[in-house]
């Protein structure tokens, strides 16, 4: 990376084919600092792979994915699409819909009419879930995997997203959020 350029903590969930590739070509581009968490880095079928690949490119294997998270600014899935819904749960921090899921968008919109049908009342006016929403996209994903539609999930997190949208006082932080990124784009 150039001197211009920001540096950030990176890390990465899975450190097989995928994140070793990415691992070595972002520390060959000047990325600093990259951890990686995979349940079988210490322990299973391929942890001496795992481990001399990282070792080779230095990026350093943590042990969960608390301390993955503890020591990255920004984290990326790099598992199969099988595992990637349960690296997301993973995760004890945050709200549980901070990620990329990549569907087509008609099987998107046939599972929420689905979820519309089957959760809204119309003589409230409100989805009948315990705060009357539907809880986007939570519940969307949950269908999908349920009904083995194709979904690509990959988790990741800016410690600045953890906080979902509650209250009207959360909108500010968002607002603060949004110019952080636009001032880091810009320098």
Known sequence: MSAERK?????????????????RGLRGAGLETI????????????????????KEVGVTLVRSNQELADAADLIVSVTPGSASLESAEAFEFGETNI?????????????????????????TDRYKRAKGELGFPNELISALASRKFGVFGSPF???????????????????????????????
Do not use: H
């Open 35 to 54: 951890a990686s968490y995979d349940k079988y880095a210490f322990d299973g079928p391929y942890a001496d792979l795992i481990q001399s690949r990282a």
């Open 157 to 187: 997190a800016d410690p600045r997203e953890e906080q979902g949208i509650k209250r009207f006082e959360d909108l500010s932080r968002c607002e603060r959020f949004l110019s952080e990124l636009r001032e880091d784009s810009l320098s």
């Open 7 to 23: 540096q950030f903590r990176l890390g990465l969930v899975g450190y097989g084919e995928i994140g070793s590739t990415l691992g």
């Open 99 to 123: 990620g990329l899921f990549i569907l087509k968008n008609q099987t998107m919109f046939q599972v929420l009419r689905e979820l519309r049908t089957s959760y809204w009342d119309e003589t």
